[in-house]
């Protein structure tokens, strides 16, 4: 292994971890290899919008695009450069956010990693910094993700939203944070807190149930999921339909792992 591919992996890895500072630095060392490196532009570019140097990324970000002219990830970034540079949208609104890498270790049942749907305005997508936490609420039969400013984000799918509203009625609650954003792709992951006593003996989130999800939520039919796996979650299911009658049906809007706030402090 070559310099060059010691400061690829390092300068991925600084990513992983959040750490953008140092993802800065190595990309910078790759760039003075070798100037023309898309990836190394690329990598730059998303460093500085996580460290919300706005010029900075700018500048980068149209340099990648001298070196490939129709990059769809330089050209989606120059337009949300674009929407921060707006005197009304603007990064100062987002609160800092110091990236846990922790906040994304996956269990298995508790914690989930999900496609959002219906995406809000892009003025308010331009704004998400990965790591940001974000408030889950449910409306009637949608769950929906806003910023802690109450801006929407977006929505879950129908199934995961149905089910998580079984558990939030149950009085459940969860933390979520923002994984990966775009003007138009928004993923968000979600941890489990706790579990009300009336949904203590389920899963929040079964296996099946977590491929099912991801391929609604990317518009994908079909599923891998084993028939005894499929069995096993079916009759889980029907328990949680059955379980829903004895829910409170008349709460609305709860925020999922806070309290639920007053009238004067709920947005529609």
């Known amino acids: ?7 690829e992996q390092q300068a991925i890895d600084a990513a992983v971890n959040a750490d953008w500072k140092q993802a800065i630095e190595l ?45 769809q990830v330089a050209l989606e970034n120059l337009e949300r450069i674009t929407i921060l540079e707006d005197k009304e949208t603007h990064f100062a609104a987002t609160e800092n956010t110091k ?9 298995t049942g508790k914690t989930k990693t999900v496609s959002l749907v219906n995406l809000g305005q892009k003025n308010h997508l331009a704004q998400l910094i990965v790591g940001q936490e974000v408030i889950i609420q449910f409306k009637k039969r949608k769950v929906e993700v806003r910023t802690k400013k109450g801006d ?22 969860y933390r979520a944070y923002i994984q990966e ?12 807190e706790s579990k009300g006593k009336a949904v203590a003996n389920f899963t929040s ?28 979650d079916s009759g889980d299911e029907d328990e949680i339909d059955k379980m829903a009658s004895t829910l409170d049906r008349d709460e609305e809007f709860i925020d999922i792992h806070r309290e639920p706030a007053s009238d004067e402090e709920v947005e529609e």
């Open 1 to 7: 292994m070559n310099e060059t591919d010691i400061l």
């Open 27 to 71: 990309n910078k060392k790759l760039l003075a290899i070798d100037k023309t490196s898309l990836d190394a532009h690329l990598r730059l570019g998303f460093a500085y919008l996580q460290m919300k140097a706005i010029k900075d990324a700018k500048t980068v970000y149209q340099k990648a695009l001298k070196i490939q002219s129709r990059n």
């Open 99 to 107: 990236l846990d890498p922790k906040i994304f270790l996956e269990v």
């Open 152 to 173: 929407y984000i977006g929505c879950l799918a129908d199934d995961l939203s149905k089910r998580l509203i079984f558990f939030l009625k149950a009085k459940s609650k």
């Open 181 to 192: 954003s775009a003007l138009t792709r928004v993923v968000i992951f979600i941890q489990e």
């Open 205 to 232: 989130f079964p296996n099946n149930n977590q491929s099912n999800m991801d391929q609604i939520s990317r518009g994908e039919e079909g599923s891998e999921t084993s028939e005894e796996e499929a069995d096993s």
